[in-house]
């Protein structure tokens, strides 16, 4: 008897070592960490139109930082801000924002309530992705949400990636008033052709590229004026190499939960088990 209960508290222990592994390895792998940084280096191309000749001057390339950071932490909800920053080679802002993003930490969910404006969608894009399957996204350029749809998959760089596309439009007056006539008599409104790469399993964003125009309008009639800027966004070959480095590795220990820590459950189970009616039958006889 005491033999049998040696054996039962074995598998016990066992079992709640288990356990433990399995809280542990989910809440690291699964969840956005307290100290999450994402920064990728940007090649911008601006192109702005001259009023007076009536066409656009060419494309110039400019500076831009961007970056997510976490600021603060409540109730599992991360306040991340989302800095975008584009400035002329001679230092001369083109266009400065700053965001604040409340994000589920399990889900990289949008959570109402936080930030500093209610968003639905995602930080970059849900877990798990299945193909075809659409999410909402809000890129930090653009103050509003992007209905993202899934375009195919490719490979970057030995890595499989979903990618999806948005054409939609958003209003960028209030974060463009230092251009003259903004926002007193005049607003500016863009066109934006969005892509984005994403890691399918971890959520992550590999790279994106854009292709938007601005346009002036009126404030009081809505009309459109002439176009302002003519600009593209994309990742340095660099940024996209770091961005497919991290992934590779986030999903190596996702998969490692997936499947492997399932796999010695079930084998450290069966052991149990077995240790179990070996005690027992021994107790009988």
Same mark, same amino acid.
């Given at each position: 008897m005491k033999e049998f209960r040696r054996v039962l508290l074995i598998c016990m222990i066992i079992i709640i070592i288990i356990a433990t592994m399995q809280l542990v390895f989910y809440w690291n792998n699964y969840s956005i960490s307290d100290?999450?940084?994402y920064e990728a280096n940007i090649i911008s191309l601006d192109n702005f139109y001259n009023s007076e000749k009536n066409t656009f001057s060419g494309d110039t390339i400019s500076k831009t930082?961007?970056?997510? $950071?976490?600021? /603060?932490?409540?109730?599992?909800?991360?306040?991340?801000e989302n800095i975008f920053d584009v400035r002329k080679v001679t230092g001369e802002r083109i266009f400065s924002v700053r965001r604040e993003y409340g994000i589920d930490q399990k889900t990289g969910k949008h959570v109402r309530g936080?930030?500093?404006?209610?968003?639905?969608g995602y930080l970059f894009a849900p877990k798990n992705l299945k193909s075809k399957q659409s999410f909402a996204y809000w890129h930090v350029n653009y103050d509003a949400p992007a209905e993202m749809q899934?375009?195919?998959e490719e490979e970057l760089l030995g890595l499989k990636v979903f990618r999806y596309e948005a054409d939609y439009n958003a209003d960028q007056t209030a974060n463009l008033a230092h251009l003259p006539g903004v926002p007193e008599k005049r607003g500016v409104i863009l066109d934006i052709s969005l892509q984005t790469w994403i890691e399918p399993i971890t959520g992550r964003l590999i790279k994106y590229e854009d292709n938007t125009v601005a346009y002036y309008?009126?404030?009081?009639?809505k009309e459109r004026i002439e176009p302002w800027n003519k600009f593209h966004n994309k990742y340095t070959e660099a940024s996209i190499k770091k961005q497919v480095n991290i992934? /590779?590795?986030e999903k190596l220990k996702i998969l490692v939960f997936n499947k492997l820590i399932p796999m010695l459950i079930?084998?450290?189970?069966?052991?149990t088990i077995k240790l179990c009616t070996v005690?027992? $039958?021994k107790h009988r006889k």
């Amino acid at each position: 008897m005491k033999e049998f209960r040696r054996v039962l508290l074995i598998c016990m222990i066992i079992i709640i070592i288990i356990a433990t592994m399995q809280l542990v390895f989910y809440w690291n792998n699964y969840s956005i960490s307290d100290d999450f940084y994402y920064e990728a280096n940007i090649i911008s191309l601006d192109n702005f139109y001259n009023s007076e000749k009536n066409t656009f001057s060419g494309d110039t390339i400019s500076k831009t930082r961007f970056l997510y $950071n976490v600021i /603060s932490k409540k109730d599992e909800v991360l306040v991340i801000e989302n800095i975008f920053d584009v400035r002329k080679v001679t230092g001369e802002r083109i266009f400065s924002v700053r965001r604040e993003y409340g994000i589920d930490q399990k889900t990289g969910k949008h959570v109402r309530g936080y930030g500093d404006k209610e968003r639905s969608g995602y930080l970059f894009a849900p877990k798990n992705l299945k193909s075809k399957q659409s999410f909402a996204y809000w890129h930090v350029n653009y103050d509003a949400p992007a209905e993202m749809q899934f375009q195919g998959e490719e490979e970057l760089l030995g890595l499989k990636v979903f990618r999806y596309e948005a054409d939609y439009n958003a209003d960028q007056t209030a974060n463009l008033a230092h251009l003259p006539g903004v926002p007193e008599k005049r607003g500016v409104i863009l066109d934006i052709s969005l892509q984005t790469w994403i890691e399918p399993i971890t959520g992550r964003l590999i790279k994106y590229e854009d292709n938007t125009v601005a346009y002036y309008y009126d404030i009081k009639t809505k009309e459109r004026i002439e176009p302002w800027n003519k600009f593209h966004n994309k990742y340095t070959e660099a940024s996209i190499k770091k961005q497919v480095n991290i992934a /590779s590795e986030e999903k190596l220990k996702i998969l490692v939960f997936n499947k492997l820590i399932p796999m010695l459950i079930i084998i450290m189970a069966t052991l149990t088990i077995k240790l179990c009616t070996v005690a027992k $039958n021994k107790h009988r006889k």
